[in-house]
């Protein structure tokens, strides 16, 4: 079993920056595909970015590419979502998630809420 921690979450301004983090402890962190999404206010959960247990393959939506970049330390135990360019509708509680399967997420933080505001 793993445990995951979001931070980095706040309030910024468009065209803005702002770095996520997921801690990650319990179960080696190798085991784990990770993945981070985002939940909007009266939207569904959206798949923001992926990467594999070693980082040797990520995946970017469509929305957030050129924008946000997925990264992980191994080392660390952490996986890390740096968002550039931000805009308003970059506005959710964005989670992170483990699985030992690629696309399938069994674990899950408490969510970090980013706002970006004109």
């Known amino acids: 079993q793993v445990q995951l921690v979001e931070s980095g979450g706040g309030l910024v301004q468009a065209g803005g920056s702002l770095r996520l983090s997921c801690a990650a402890s319990?179960?080696?962190?190798?085991?784990?595909?990770m993945g981070w999404f985002r939940q909007a206010p009266g939207k569904e959960r959206e798949s923001v970015a992926t990467?594999?247990?070693?980082?040797?393959?990520?995946y970017v939506a469509d929305f957030v590419k050129g924008r946000f970049t997925i990264s992980r330390d191994n080392v660390k135990n952490t996986m890390y979502l740096q968002m550039n360019r931000l805009k308003p509708e970059d506005t959710a509680v964005y989670y992170c998630?483990?699985?030992?399967?690629?696309?399938?997420?069994?674990?899950w933080g408490q969510g970090t809420q980013v706002t970006v505001s004109l």
């Open positions: 990467i594999s247990r070693f980082g040797a393959t990520t």
């Open positions: 998630a483990a699985g030992t399967m690629q696309d399938f997420y069994d674990y």
């Open positions: 319990g179960r080696s962190f190798t085991t784990y595909h």
